[in-house]
C-alpha cells in the first residue's frame, strides 16, 4: 500500500512539473505572438523612409488592433487537432481509434506480468495520451512542411498580384502548384471561396487548421486588403522577407547549440549504458532493482526524476525562434 501511495506521489509531482513547462511554453509563445504582431523586432524601422516607414507603421497597427479585437484563445477542441493533423477522420473514429489502443497496451503490459496498477496506468495513458500524442506530432510535422514553402508561397502570390491577378486566382495558383499541406491548404480556401464563402473568412478557417504566425499575419492582411484595398503585394513581400530571415536564424541557433544538445544525449543515456553494463558484469548486483520492493521504489523515483531532469534540459537547450 505505502509503494502505491508513493507511486502515485511520485505521478503528481512529474505531472506538476510537466504542467508547469507548458505553462511557461504557451506563455512564451503568445509574448512572441504580440511581439511579431506588434512589429516589434521583425523590421528595421531606422532604415524605412517616407511614404513606406508610413504604410508600415499603419499596417503595423492595424495588424496589432485586430489581433487586440480578437477572444481569448481557448484550448483547442479534438475537432480542430484532427483538422490540424490533417486527417479525414471524425471524432467517433478518434475514439474508437484511442479504444483499439487502449485495449491493445492494456493487454500488452497484462501479458507482460506487470502490476495492476500499471496496468491501469498503461491502459488510460494509452486511451487518453497516446492518441492526442499522435495527433499533435502529426500536425507539429504537417505545419514544418507548411513553413517550408510558405516563403516560396507568398512570393508567388506577390509577383501573380503584380502581374494582375486577383487574390483568389492567385490562390488557386499556389493551391496547384505547389503539393503536400501548402497546396492543400490554398486549394481548399479557393474551393470555399468558390462556393460562396468570403475570403477572408475561408483565409480564417485555414488559420485555425494551421495555427502559425505567419498563416495568422496572413489571414489579417488578406482581411484588411479586403477592407481597406491596401497593397496586398507589399505585405506578402515583408511577410515572406521575415519567413527566410527566421529560417536563417533558427539554422544559426541550431548550429550554435548543437554541442550542448549532444552533451544533454550523453548525460540523459549515461545511467542506461551504466546500469545495462553493470546488469551483464553482475546480474545478481543490480537484480535487487527489479526484485525488491525497496529496488523497485527506488528505480521508480530514479526514471522518475530522470525524466524531469531530461525534461529541464530539453527546456534549456530548446531555443526558439
Do not use: H
Request: aromatic content about 8%; proline content about 3%.
Amino acid at each position: 500500500m505505502l509503494t502505491v501511495i508513493l507511486s502515485i506521489s511520485i505521478f503528481m509531482v512529474f505531472g506538476i512539473v510537466v504542467s508547469a513547462i507548458v505553462m511557461i511554453q504557451q506563455a512564451e509563445k503568445k509574448k512572441r505572438l504580440m511581439n511579431v504582431v506588434r512589429g516589434g523586432s521583425q523590421y528595421d524601422e531606422k532604415k524605412a523612409k517616407g511614404t513606406k516607414e508610413q504604410k508600415k507603421t499603419d499596417l503595423s497597427r492595424k495588424l496589432r488592433d485586430t489581433e487586440e479585437d480578437k477572444p481569448k484563445k481557448k484550448g483547442a477542441s479534438l475537432t480542430d487537432m484532427i483538422q490540424q493533423a490533417g486527417l479525414e477522420i471524425s471524432v467517433k473514429q478518434f475514439w474508437l481509434y484511442s479504444l483499439v489502443s487502449g485495449v491493445l497496451f492494456t493487454f500488452l503490459a497484462k501479458a507482460v506480468g506487470l502490476s495492476t496498477f500499471v496496468v491501469i496506468m498503461v491502459g488510460i495513458t494509452s486511451f487518453f495520451g497516446l492518441p492526442r500524442l499522435f495527433l499533435k506530432m502529426k500536425a507539429k510535422k504537417r505545419q514544418k512542411l507548411f513553413m517550408d514553402d510558405m516563403a516560396d508561397a507568398l512570393e508567388s502570390m506577390m509577383r501573380l498580384l503584380k502581374a494582375g491577378m486577383p487574390v483568389s486566382e492567385a490562390i488557386k495558383m499556389v493551391g496547384t502548384e505547389f503539393s503536400g499541406p501548402m497546396g492543400e491548404e490554398m486549394g481548399r480556401i479557393y474551393d470555399q471561396q468558390k462556393i460562396g464563402v468570403p475570403l477572408p473568412e475561408a483565409v480564417l478557417e485555414a488559420s485555425k487548421r494551421m495555427p502559425l504566425t505567419e498563416m495568422q499575419m496572413f489571414a489579417t492582411a488578406i482581411a484588411i486588403q479586403t477592407q481597406t484595398g491596401s497593397s496586398l503585394s507589399e505585405v506578402l513581400q515583408n511577410l515572406a522577407g521575415v519567413i527566410r530571415a527566421r529560417f536563417k536564424l533558427a539554422r544559426k541557433v541550431k548550429a550554435l547549440s548543437s554541442e550542448a544538445k549532444m552533451s544533454a544525449m550523453i548525460i540523459g543515456a549515461l545511467p542506461v549504458i551504466v546500469s545495462g553494463g553493470m546488469y551483464f558484469v553482475n546480474p545478481e548486483y543490480i537484480g535487487l532493482m527489479f526484485t525488491d520492493s525497496t529496488g523497485k521504489f527506488l528505480l521508480g523515483c530514479a526514471v522518475g526524476w530522470m525524466c524531469v531532469g531530461v525534461l529541464v534540459m530539453r527546456q534549456m537547450i530548446n531555443f526558439k525562434v
